[in-house]
Every structure is written in structure tokens, then in C-alpha cells.
């Protein structure tokens, strides 16, 4: 069981940066894949990032390849999604989601077992 709590949302201007994080509790964090997803008003939800258990291997959609770094910290059980050069369309709330790293694709959301409740990013233009 792997409860997740993300911070650190909020309002930006264009071309500005956030990092979000993710905070797992339970001892396995390590043993998981991460991910993250997001959600804009009207829209489908969205793979944005993912990041193996050991974090040597990264998956980017391609709408944020080159602008967001996800990373991961197992001794704090971490994880993390630094976005840089964000766009108004950037804003949707976002999730942290995890899976068991055999479990299929880090594409798809219907493979994460366990997600967070989302932190809100808003960019202004």
C-alpha cells in the first residue's frame, strides 16, 4: 500500500518555473515506478513524466520533452517534477501516480495503482 501526497503547485507566469513534489509513505516506495499525469479543465488526462524505481531510466510526453525534469530521492521517498519555460498551457492539476514496475506500460494511466489527490499549476500569460 503506497499513500502519495503532492505540494508545491501554484500560480506562475509564462516562461517561469515550479517544482512539484511528491511525498510517498510505506517502505517499498523504492520498488515503485512514478509518474506523473495531469488533467486541464475540459480535457483527458495527460502523461506527462515517469521515472523507474532505481531513477536511471525517464519518460517524457512529448509536450513537455526538454522543459520538465522528473527525478526521484528514495531516501526520502521523493519525487519530484521540476518544469521550467512553462506555458499557459501547462495548466491542469496535477498527479503523482505510482505502479509496480512490472505492471505494463509508464504510458498509461490505467497501470498505476495508486495516485495522489493533485496539486493545482496555473501559468498566466
Known amino acids: 500500500q503506497v499513500q502519495l501526497l503532492e505540494s508545491g503547485g501554484g500560480l506562475v507566469q509564462a516562461g517561469g518555473s515550479l517544482r512539484v513534489s511528491c511525498a510517498a509513505s510505506?517502505?517499498?516506495?523504492?520498488?515503485?515506478?512514478m509518474g506523473w499525469f495531469r488533467r486541464a479543465p475540459g480535457k483527458e488526462r495527460e502523461f506527462v513524466a515517469a521515472?523507474?524505481?532505481?531513477?536511471?531510466?525517464?519518460y517524457y510526453g512529448d509536450s513537455v520533452k526538454g522543459r520538465f525534469t522528473i527525478s526521484r530521492y528514495n531516501a526520502k521517498n521523493t519525487v519530484y517534477l521540476q518544469m521550467n519555460s512553462l506555458k499557459p498551457e501547462d495548466t491542469a492539476v496535477y498527479y503523482c501516480?505510482?505502479?509496480?514496475?512490472?505492471?505494463?506500460?509508464?504510458?498509461?494511466?490505467?497501470?498505476?495503482?495508486?495516485w495522489g489527490q493533485g496539486t493545482q499549476v496555473t501559468v498566466s500569460s
Open positions: 501516480a505510482a505502479k509496480m514496475a512490472a505492471l505494463g506500460s509508464v504510458y498509461y494511466s490505467d497501470n498505476y495503482g495508486y
Open positions: 510505506g517502505r517499498t516506495f523504492s520498488s515503485y515506478t
Open positions: 521515472i523507474n524505481s532505481s531513477g536511471r531510466s525517464t
